[in-house]
């Protein structure tokens, strides 16, 4: 079946530590985006890629780093440099003028 | 900035009860505004709008879209526990651009419970 998957969907971090979460998708989708999703608040865009080796920050891109080496893969480093990086994120592709699909989620606490 | 503001923030309704939840939105260069349904991880997709007063349906579900006013309802007749979720609605805005992706801008969701 064709979809997102995001991995861990669980992780917890010491301070000071950087950490990647995956995001995968076979669904031949060009664009690809990371969210952030606090409680009580709507999705914030931390960056987003149209194409393969492209990406632009969004909202909340401080503290963040990502690659698109490959078209199905986009992976979100959570820097040190995030003063508050317990969040759920979460990844999301497009196609064109479709609706955007979402992956279920990685929770990140730091301990 | 673009803005997205939903309202009520939270419902609890009874079962069979008819809800409407609003959306309003200020974006530049409006594409889009879509709704989601948010139960425990992924949002998943319920409608997509582009153009003023046509309404959307699906099932006990419809949405429309206001653009002079720059804003949507999302209504649902006979409400079931099943409906108990976050609702989001997001507005993809910006000039169309070769080779750039859109971005969505979400508003901070209404959170419907219904009870038995």
């Known amino acids: 079946d064709g979809g997102i998957t995001q991995s861990p969907k669980y992780l917890f971090r010491k301070e000071g530590q950087n950490v990647t979460l995956s995001c995968e998708q076979n669904l031949n989708h060009d664009a690809m985006y990371w969210y952030r999703q606090d409680p009580g608040q709507g999705l914030r865009l931390i960056y987003y890629s149209q194409i393969v080796n492209d990406f632009q920050k969004g909202d909340i891109a401080e503290g963040y780093s990502v690659s698109r080496e490959k078209k199905e893969s986009f992976p979100l480093t959570v820097t040190s440099a995030q003063k508050n990086p317990t969040a759920f994120y979460l990844c999301?592709?497009?196609?064109?003028?479709?609706?955007?699909?979402f992956g279920s989620g990685t929770r990140l606490t730091v301990v | 900035e673009d803005k997205v503001v939903q309202s009520p923030l939270s419902l609890v309704v009874h079962e069979g009860d008819t809800v409407t939840l609003n959306c309003s939105y200020e974006?530049?260069?409006?594409?889009?505004l879509l709704w989601y349904k948010q139960e425990k991880k992924a949002p998943t997709f319920l409608f997509m709008l582009?153009?003023?007063?046509i309404e959307k349906k699906s099932g006990r579900l419809s949405s429309i879209l206001d653009k002079k006013e720059l804003f949507s309802i999302l209504n649902i007749t006979a409400t079931q526990t099943g409906d108990s979720a976050v609702y989001l609605c997001a507005v993809e805005a910006g000039l169309f651009k070769a080779g750039t992706a859109s971005k969505l801008t979400f508003g901070t969701g209404t959170r419907l419970q219904v009870t038995l």
């Open positions: 582009t153009s003023s007063g």
């Open positions: 974006v530049t260069n409006f594409r889009s």
């Open positions: 999301a592709s497009r196609l064109g003028a479709d609706g955007y699909t």
